[in-house]
């Protein structure tokens, strides 16, 4: 704060500049602010609305955000950040207070991996089974790269998280889901992470994935 003597006999405000009497003289001290009457603004609810949607399902999906946003984040920046900095825009769907996930445009992994070709999954009962083209020896893939997924049951707010289902070269994977998720609605999200023991890879290469594709909605 800048505090200016003067010549002045008040006690009152001009723009930025409040000026007072006290201490033998009249000042001018810069800096006012202005008291905020309402710090919870349709803005601000709107806002944490969106980033505890966020962090909710980032906190079921914890190990696959963790793994798949590691690489993801600006200097300094926590994978968490990064998940709600890259989600904030297109992962909320609907008009507050009726926000809720936008599950096909959200983000679960980013990275420079290349994804398999073709890939897709089915349900089958319980049975949840992946399939995908490999691509192994083309750009940056390799045969030894692991295939993760999400199961997440949007009606009970759980997840299952699988981050070794196969390798890429198997070209399929599959999965049973608990007998209890019957009749519930599941979002499926997949992707490729390097193996942590490739060879001949320096970090961060070595810890890479590819950014996540969402292979839909099914109801058990």
């Not at 609810?45 to 999906?61: E, N």
């Not at 200097?75 to 990064?82: R, S, V």
């Not at 009726?98 to 073709?118: E, I, M, R």
């Not at 030894?144 to 196969?166: E, G």
């Amino acid at each position: 704060m800048a505090i200016q003597q003067g010549s002045f006999n008040f006690t009152q405000k001009f723009g930025n500049a409040v000026g007072r009497k006290g201490r033998g003289g009249s000042w001018i001290a810069s800096l006012y602010q202005k008291k905020i009457k309402n710090p919870n603004t349709v803005l601000q609810q709107q806002t944490r609305a969106k980033f505890k949607l966020l962090v909710s399902f980032a906190s079921v999906t914890g190990n696959f955000t963790r793994i798949g946003m590691k690489n993801a984040g600006n200097q300094g920046e926590t994978w968490l950040n990064a998940f709600t900095r890259l989600n904030f825009a297109e992962g909320i769907t609907g008009i507050f207070p009726a926000f809720a996930l936008n599950f096909s445009k959200l983000l679960v992994s980013k990275g420079t991996l290349d994804n398999p070709y073709n890939t897709t999954a089915q349900v089958q009962g319980t049975d949840l089974s992946f399939s995908w083209t490999d691509n192994s020896g083309i750009g940056n893939a390799l045969e030894t790269d692991k295939a993760m997924f999400i199961a997440y049951n949007s009606v009970k707010k759980q997840a299952i998280v699988v981050t070794d289902a196969a390798d890429r070269s198997t070209r399929q994977a599959s999965y049973s889901l608990p007998t209890a998720w019957v009749s519930d609605s599941i979002e499926v999200y997949f992707c490729m992470r390097r193996a942590g023991n490739a060879q001949g890879l320096s970090a961060p290469n070595k810890d890479d994935c590819s950014s996540s594709l969402y292979l839909g909605s099914f109801n058990l």
